[in-house]
RNA sequence: GGUGAGGUGGAUGAGUGGCUGAAAUCAACGGUUUGCUAAACCGUCGUACGUCCUUAAAGAUGUACCGAGGGUUCGAAUCCCUCCCUCACCGCCA
């Protein structure tokens, strides 16, 4: 959620970003605005009123100490008309911060001044790549072949037990999986994160928190007896472990890394995209998460981009670094890159991690603080990267690593999954 | 699921209707002392939203907040109701 405060400050400003971003509600910001007006001028007089009313009680309570019965009486007259007068004011009141809260949460994060300009994912740009796409032979074939060929992931089985979309992995496939986990959680560990495994499922104030609802509702798995969300990312359980807190400046910056399996619907998605492991339901992913003080997370948001392409040269794999332009970047987001790895058979591009830096729009909704040095309170910021989501590397390994002999393991999973190869 | 006890500021913890935004202790911060460290002593030490003042900072002042939401009352941390959470015991169970 943008700052109210930062809004008030410089509206033409906001509005120029929302713009870039692809927002269309532009004229929101002006209602904020007079809405906020409006809830000032109401607190104004309803704390006038109410500072009577508690005059007017203290009093009372002196006059009946004294024994004065007939004043206090009167007093008490006094009273209930402020009070009926007060009534109005307060429910103007409540109704306007609700209106102005309601209205506040629609406005998406501004993207920062290093977001490309652009509308569609046509318009992202490419920063840098790095790998080499393999030279397959000409009956190279898709991962979803490859799957079938070593009886690794069981589609058929998994959409049977739950439905499409639901991978059943099966003997070294299920291994793979845990092998690369173990891999990224070392991996992540070692330059500083903390380990967590947290819960799959949120409550509705943690999914606000990290900017699921209101903006992606559909997209969750929703448990109604409940009211839980299953979790689309572990970003969501890891970064409100510090809602509602104030951290010591010191602390920062916390780093926090966990592994978990992801829920999404994928409503509206379909076609050719969903073919093997390209799209599914459930998937594994490991995240890293960072709260920092507001000077350093352009830096943090750097080096996470980097710990992040260093794990993916370990796997040896062709990828490329995409900076997201305002009009496909997420609702929250103030500067996201993409990771992509290509998936040779398929002669394929595919998204494995987005490393995005929220400034104060996560923490503002979570009210995550410190003190600064100065003992002012401050809001810092939240950045999140996927480190890395399984299912597509997968695809990647198999499809890019295939020979007649089998799949060749990236050396640094042989000690992880047992083995060299998957034949 | 049942029964019982609880949820108070960074922490521990006092507070059963007005003088309590909240004792005390610890932690933290600033200072004095000291050859250094420690100790001792003095001081500061909640958040949010308004208003006034100010270039700003600071300051003054109002309101709200003692798990959440309602209610009783002139007045609620304190009494009542509902919900959430924690702990203990029982039941069930990986």
Redesign the pocket.
């Known amino acids: 959620m943008l700052q ?2 930062v809004i008030r400050q410089n509206p033409g400003f906001v509005k120029e970003r929302l713009a870039i971003k692809n927002f269309k509600d532009i004229q929101l910001v002006d209602e904020i605005i007079g809405l ?1 007006d409006q ?2 001028k109401l ?2 007089e ?3 009123i ?2 009577k ?6 009093e ?2 002196q006059l ?2 004294k024994g004065q019965k007939e004043e ?1 009486e009167k ?2 007259q006094e ?2 008309e402020l ?1 009926s007068s007060l009534q109005p004011a307060a429910d103007e009141l409540n109704g306007t911060e609700k209106k102005l809260q309601d209205l506040l949460i629609l406005l998406p994060n501004l993207p920062s001044d290093k977001v490309p300009p652009g509308k569609t994912p046509a318009d992202n740009v490419v920063v840098r790549e790095g790998g080499i796409k393999p030279q397959l032979p000409g009956d190279a074939v898709p991962h979803w072949e490859l799957i079938k060929k070593y009886d690794i992931v069981d589609f058929e089985t998994g959409a049977k037990i739950t439905g499409s979309g639901f991978p059943l992995y099966k003997g070294k496939g299920a291994k793979l999986q845990r092998a690369l986990v173990q891999h990224f959680l070392d991996f992540n560990t070692k330059a500083g994160y903390t380990e967590y495994l947290p819960p799959l499922m949120v409550n509705e104030t943690s999914a606000r928190g990290t900017g699921q609802l209101p903006d992606k509702e559909g997209q969750m798995y929703f448990m109604p007896a409940d009211n839980y969300y299953m979790i689309p990312t572990s970003e969501v359980p890891l970064t409100n472990i510090y809602r509602d807190e ?1 951290v010591k400046e010191t602390d920062l910056p916390i780093k926090m890394t966990g592994f978990s399996p992801c829920f999404r619907r994928e409503a509206g998605s379909f076609g050719a995209d969903v073919r093997g492991l390209n799209r599914v339901h459930q998937f594994d992913k490991v995240e890293i998460v960072q709260i920092v003080q507001p000077d350093k997370s352009y830096t943090a948001h750097e080096e996470m981009v980097s710990h992040v392409e260093q794990l993916l040269q370990t796997l040896g794999l062709p990828y490329r670094i995409l900076a997201l332009c305002g009009g496909d970047m997420s609702f929250a987001s103030a500067l996201t890159y993409d990771f992509e790895v290509f998936s040779a058979a398929q002669q394929k591009w595919l998204e494995v991690s987005s490393v995005s830096n929220f400034e104060t729009f996560q923490t503002n909704r979570m009210k995550i ?1 410190f ?1 600064d040095g ?4 401050q809001l810092a910021h939240s950045l999140n990267g996927s480190s890395l989501a399984l299912p597509r590397i997968v695809a990647c390994i198999l499809e890019n690593n295939q020979s007649t002999d089998g799949i060749k393991l990236p050396p640094v999973l042989h000690s992880y999954f047992g083995d060299v190869m998957i034949s």
């Open positions: 109210l405060q906020d809830r000032k607190q104004n309803s704390d006038t109410q500072s009313i508690n005059a007017a009680s203290k009372i309570g009946m100490a206090a007093k008490k009273v209930a009070k104030i603080r003190k100065k003992g002012k309170m």
